[in-house]
């Protein structure tokens, strides 16, 4: 069985973060789609469209510090590791 590399487990998290903002980039598309084409009025729906759109932004405000803070925490982790080994051999 091979191991896998960092290079390659990298790409992969990478695979999945554009997997994630496409996800969601179609989804803003459509609920903008859907709220222009219902039968609303003009002023219910860009009501409902801008509140949308700000509850999507907080939310994808607070994945990005959560990613970012599980980021930094896997480079701490990894430079921990390396300097234990380096001071071991």
Request: no cysteine.
């Amino acid at each position: 069985m091979r191991k896998e590399g960092f290079m390659e487990s990298n790409y992969r998290s990478v695979d999945v973060i554009g997997a994630t903002a496409a996800f969601f980039v179609g989804a803003a598309a459509g609920a903008v789609a859907g709220m222009l084409l219902a039968p609303a009025s003009g002023r219910e729906s860009r009501e409902a469209l801008r509140d949308w759109l700000k509850d999507k932004r907080e939310e994808s405000r607070e994945a990005v510090i959560s990613r970012k803070e599980r980021v930094e925490a896997a480079i701490a982790a990894g430079r921990e590791a390396y300097e234990r080994k380096r001071s071991e051999g």
